[in-house]
């Protein structure tokens, strides 16, 4: 179960990223990106083997919205992690000028 989280949390941040920037979203719609094979490949596994999986957590909803909450705390704390690293640079850079 925690490779698929895992894969699953990576899944949802690359649909981000490629719903965020056209030239991604063109590339991904036009066939030209799969950015899946990579994640996939990084758990030794291919994509038959994911849908194989997520098919199965379909199938068994109390263990996927068991995951889907992981994967949401998970990309909360990404979240918050993230502007505390850009408070932090934005006062880095504030100081900086104020030299």
């Known amino acids: 179960m925690g490779d698929f989280r895992d894969i699953l949390g990576k899944v949802l941040d690359v649909n981000v990223l490629i719903e965020q920037d056209d030239s991604l979203n063109s590339a991904y719609h036009a066939g030209?990106?799969?950015?899946?094979?990579a994640i996939l490949g990084e758990y030794g596994y291919s994509r038959a083997q994911f849908d194989?999986?997520?098919m199965f957590?379909?199938?068994?909803?109390?263990?996927?919205d068991s995951i889907?909450?992981?994967v949401v705390a998970?990309?909360?704390q990404q979240e918050e992690a993230?502007?505390?690293e850009q408070?932090?640079?934005q006062e880095a850079e504030s100081s900086q000028e104020g030299e």
């Open 74 to 76: 998970q990309l909360k």
């Open 87 to 89: 408070v932090r640079l």
């Open 82 to 84: 993230y502007r505390v």
């Open 32 to 37: 030209r990106l799969d950015p899946y094979v």
């Open 52 to 54: 194989s999986s997520l």
């Open 68 to 70: 889907l909450d992981d």
């Open 57 to 64: 957590y379909l199938r068994h909803g109390d263990l996927l």
